[in-house]
């Protein structure tokens, strides 16, 4: 693939991300955008009994991403629901979450 190809894949996925991210962190938070992480990781700790942070909360979701990317890589077909790309989308969200929740925790 030569640069112009790659820098248009890479944009065409940055700007999805970016779009996403806002539209879901509309429906998923309020004023704190992070506030689902905040909840995840306190519900994992009480069921635990193991601390579990926001960071790991998004990094657990990240690690799910991948797994299902790595399945879908393997049938080499395209999924009915969540396409490839969609999965990728939601991945560099959940790293782009994942850095913010650690950056809140400092």
């Known amino acids: 693939m030569n640069e112009e190809k790659l820098k248009e894949v890479v944009m065409k996925l940055l700007w999805k991300a970016e779009h996403l991210l806002y539209r879901k962190g509309h429906d998923y938070g309020d004023e704190d955008r992070l506030r689902n992480f905040k909840h995840v990781s306190k519900i994992w700790s009480i069921l635990t009994g193991k601390e579990m942070t926001p960071t790991e909360a998004a990094l657990f979701l990240l690690l799910l991403k ?40 400092e």
């Open 66 to 105: 991948i797994d299902r990317y790595m399945n879908l890589y393997k049938k080499r077909e395209e999924a009915l629901n969540e396409s490839v790309e969609d999965t990728v989308v939601d991945g560099i969200n959940y790293w782009l979450l994942m850095e913010a929740n650690r950056k809140d925790e």
